[in-house]
């Protein structure tokens, strides 16, 4: 019972938010949590290109306080959140 129990626990915390993260995003757009790999709330460049191939460019034009990695919000900023 209690396998039964911490399997369904891990379901609501470990799947649930990336199927909805995927169910919001339009097909072309990749979710944050998807690219910010080592979950540290910020996209560096080389967390980045691994999504988006010569993306240099738009990376550093997202990145509007020039820190090097995106926040959450800067990244939404130049790619949007999906769905419109």
């Keep these: ?10 379901n609501i915390f470990v799947i649930s938010p990336a199927i909805l993260c ?5 097909k072309d ?3 944050f ?4 790999s080592n979950k540290d709330g910020s996209v560096t460049f080389q967390e980045f290109e691994k999504f988006f191939e010569n ?3 738009k990376f550093n ?3 509007l306080d020039k820190d ?6 800067e990244y939404h900023s130049i ?4 769905s419109s």
Excluded: F, P, T
Excluded at 22 to 26: I, L, V
């Design 68 to 73: 090097g990695k995106l926040s959450h919000d």
């Design 1 to 10: 019972m209690k396998k039964v129990i911490a399997m369904l626990l891990m």
């Design 22 to 26: 995927e169910a919001d995003e339009q």
């Design 55 to 57: 993306g240099k460019e």
């Design 61 to 63: 034009e997202a990145d």
């Design 79 to 82: 790619l949007g959140h999906g």
């Design 33 to 36: 949590r998807a690219i910010d």
């Design 29 to 31: 757009h990749i979710c």
